[in-house]
């Protein structure tokens, strides 16, 4: 499996990732990401081919013409698919990864207690369906 247009695999149990889901779906100015939770069946058959790392991720990835960017390499690409002025943070790649990794994993471990959990995940809006992958 191949996706042909960019997918963000998101935590679907994490209040702050559902936000975020959200968010993106609201300003993506292209209409051309889509998103599978981490917990589906379509990510973990994403992450088996595309994933090299030995542990598997608990946040947010982006695969995107069979490159897979994760933590705030991630989160950058995406915004680069937001309106403006969103698209500006993708600006933050000047910043060195370590240091920006390093912050995106302070507020991943922290994520659960600061936004909460849901039991199950979001249930996306009629009109955002066909951009969930199930």
């Given amino acids: 499996m191949d996706p042909a247009e960019p997918v963000v695999l998101f935590d679907g149990a994490c209040n702050l990732c559902n936000s975020s889901v ?52 991630a989160a950058l690409h995406i915004a680069a698919h937001l309106k403006w002025p969103y698209a500006l943070l993708g600006m933050f790649r000047i910043v060195p990864r370590p240091i920006r990794d390093a912050v995106y994993d302070w507020i991943a471990r922290n994520r659960y207690r600061w936004f909460g959990k849901q039991d199950q995940c979001m249930l996306p809006r009629p009109e955002w369906k066909s951009r969930f992958l199930n």
């Fill in 22 to 73: 959200q968010f993106i779906l609201l300003n993506d100015r292209s209409r051309k990401l889509h998103f599978t939770s981490l917990q589906s069946e379509v990510a973990q058959k994403l992450l088996q081919q595309h994933w090299e790392g030995a542990n598997l991720p608990d946040s947010i990835i982006l695969i995107d013409q069979g490159r897979v960017y994760a933590q705030s390499d």
